[in-house]
Nanobody, 124 residues
Framework: QVQLVESGGELVQAGGSLRLSCAAS????????MGWFRQAPGKEREFVAR????????NYAGSLKGRFTISRDSAKTTFYLQMTSLRPEDTAVYYC?????????????????WGQGTQVTVSS
């Protein structure tokens, strides 16, 4: 069974940092592009970041670039979202997702597999 499992979400003060992890199992994700999305209460799920299967290219939501960094381990079984200078508006459930497609990486419809999400809460 294919699984993506996020971890690392917690309550943190504004200005703090967190690293989210996403562990992939059940199939080979080495040729999948991996993305992070987030969804705040009452809002649509939005793109955060994407890393290509090789790890050679990354993309970020414009407002997050410079504060968030996406990466993956060499075995391509775990990937990460390092978040710094966190703000209350970063509060959301964060989801990891996997896609075989390189285009439209900011669109949730491009992703075939999703994790269950991990809650990040940033207090002011």
């Amino acid at each position: 069974q294919v699984q993506l499992v996020e971890s690392g979400g917690e309550l943190v003060q504004a200005g703090g940092s967190l690293r989210l992890s996403c562990a992939a199992s059940g199939r080979t994700f080495s040729t999948y592009h991996m993305g992070w999305f987030r969804q705040a209460p009452g809002k649509e799920r939005e793109f955060v970041a994407r890393i290509t299967w090789s790890g050679g290219s990354t993309n970020y939501a414009g407002s997050l670039k410079g504060r968030f960094t996406i990466s993956r381990d060499s075995a391509k079984t775990t990937f990460y979202l390092q978040m710094t200078s966190l703000r209350p508006e970063d509060t959301a459930v964060y989801y990891c997702a996997a896609s075989r497609y390189s285009g439209n990486y900011y669109n949730t419809q491009s992703y075939e597999y999703w994790g269950q999400g991990t809650q990040v809460t940033v207090s002011s």
